[in-house]
């Protein structure tokens, strides 16, 4: 069974401009959250989908979006980048038991970098 | 707001040692606390614990979870080069909105094991 997707790897932006990040989940997983990892934060969540539905946000500014599509693929969007934005941006996915979180599956992330 | 914290931040070790991390953690509605290990990009599950099953073994690793004390350790014996990486607590809250896609992690430990 194939793992999480996530692309691209690696990108490099200048302030001010936008990016679009991907993930394709597990086969047969329907929940994908999104975390962001930065050496000084650690791992930070900033939203959860499930059957194309935002289901849960974390505490990061409305430049920040994502959506998901019927089949459980996600984006992720970040407008107006600033150079605190540098971070590596993880993507996982669960079968999403009986309404709960449990074990995640990640992706191996993609790191993006402001300039 | 939860909070996960994990001590030592990094740890050097020789191969053949043993080495314990520690996680406490503050949480609404605990349900569960989850470890990962991260060695280049995409963490990895290595142990749930919950209320009905507070030790997890699995080859060199270990896991308890004391519930009354909220703290966690993880132990890894006689280590290996191969166990050099970052070590990640997380704790999962009860279901409901603001739980669905979202752990809250602790800011990893930096486990380094020499030959």
């Known amino acids: 069974k194939a793992g999480v997707t996530q692309t691209p790897r690696y990108l490099i932006k200048t302030r001010g401009q936008q990016v679009t990040l991907s993930c394709s989940p597990i086969s047969g997983h329907r929940s994908v959250s999104w975390y962001q990892q930065t050496p000084g934060q650690g791992l930070q969540f900033l939203f959860e989908?499930?059957?194309?539905?935002?289901?849960n946000k974390g505490n990061f500014p409305g430049r920040f979006s994502g959506r998901q599509f019927s089949n459980s693929r996600s984006e992720m969007n970040v407008s107006t980048l600033e150079l605190g934005d540098s971070a590596l941006y993880l993507c996982?996915?669960?079968?999403?038991?009986?309404?709960?979180?449990?074990?995640?599956?990640f992706g191996e992330g993609s790191r993006l970098t402001v300039l | 707001e939860d909070k996960v914290v994990q001590s030592p931040l990094s740890l050097v070790v020789h191969e053949g040692d043993t080495v314990t991390l520690n996680c406490s953690y503050e949480v609404t509605n605990f349900r569960s606390l989850l470890w990962y290990k991260q060695e280049k990009k995409a963490p990895t599950f290595l142990f749930m614990l919950t209320s009905s099953g507070i030790e997890k073994k699995s080859g060199r690793l270990s896991s308890i979870l004391d519930k009354k004390e909220l703290f966690s350790i993880l132990n890894i014996t006689a280590t290996q080069t191969g166990d050099s990486a970052i070590y990640l607590c997380?704790?999962?809250?009860?279901?409901?909105?603001?739980?669905?896609?979202?752990?809250?992690f602790g800011q990893g430990t930096i486990l380094t094991v020499h030959p």
């Open positions: 997380a704790v999962e809250r009860g279901a409901g909105g603001t739980s669905y896609g979202k752990l809250t």
């Open positions: 989908y499930f059957s194309e539905t935002q289901r």
């Open positions: 996982a996915s669960s079968p999403n038991r009986v309404q709960r979180t449990g074990e995640l599956f």
